[in-house]
């Protein structure tokens, strides 16, 4: 069991900024992607970012506002989000693939999700 923990989601004024971050908690051997995703009302889960090693890729609508970053010692992938927007409101996910030894096939866990809530 590996649980997934979101955390700094919250309500924030247009322009405003919000960081995420995700801690995979208890012992396992490896993490290779971590990313973030996220689903409004009425749309379908749609990826935010994805971070594997020091590779990142974002989703279009990003647009150059959100940076993905990961602490590998703590197990850890953060989601710096700047000049949020009303379209942004939305829960946030985080998903790793996890790996608990090297001969195992990764696994992919989700968290529960933190709401982030763009308005004025």
């Known amino acids: 069991q590996v649980p997934l923990v979101e955390s700094g989601g919250g309500l924030v004024q247009p322009g405003g900024s919000l960081t995420l971050s995700c801690t995979v908690s208890g012992r396992v051997f490896m993490i290779n992607a971590m990313g973030w995703y996220r689903q409004a009302p009425g749309k379908e889960r749609e990826l935010v970012a994805t971070?594997?090693?020091?590779?990142?890729d974002y989703a279009d609508f990003v647009k150059g506002r959100f940076t993905i970053s990961r602490d590998n010692a703590e197990n850890t992938v953060y989601l710096q989000m700047r000049n949020l927007k009303p379209e942004d409101t939305a829960i946030y996910y985080c998903?790793?693939?996890?790996?608990?030894?090297?001969?195992?096939?990764?696994?992919?866990?989700w968290g529960k999700g933190t709401l982030v809530t763009v308005s004025s």
């Open positions: 971070i594997i090693s020091g590779s990142t």
């Open positions: 998903n790793a693939e996890v790996y608990y030894s090297d001969y195992d096939d990764g696994k992919d866990y």
